[in-house]
């Protein structure tokens, strides 16, 4: 992943179109309950990679 395509600023955008898309995926998924701490903890994790590699 080339996270120099990744900025701060634009971290409201992601957040905005992956919860969209979570959403989305949630509504058509039984076991969405299962799943939503888990992409959560994803995003978390990316934005912490990203706020590292920004300095």
């Known amino acids: 992943i080339d996270y120099s395509l990744l900025s ?3 971290l ?6 992956f ?3 979570l959403e ?3 509504s058509e998924n039984q ?3 299962e799943w939503i701490p ?3 903890a994803l995003l978390e ?4 990679t990203v ?3 920004n300095g």
Not at 12 to 17: K, Q
Not at 45 to 48: F, S
Request: aromatic fraction near 10%.
């Open 31 to 33: 076991y969405a309950d």
């Open 12 to 17: 409201p955008e992601l957040d905005s179109a």
């Open 38 to 40: 888990v992409f959560i």
């Open 51 to 53: 706020q590292v590699c």
């Open 19 to 21: 919860f969209g898309r």
């Open 45 to 48: 994790a990316i934005r912490d």
């Open 24 to 26: 989305q995926m949630c």
């Open 8 to 10: 701060l600023n634009r």
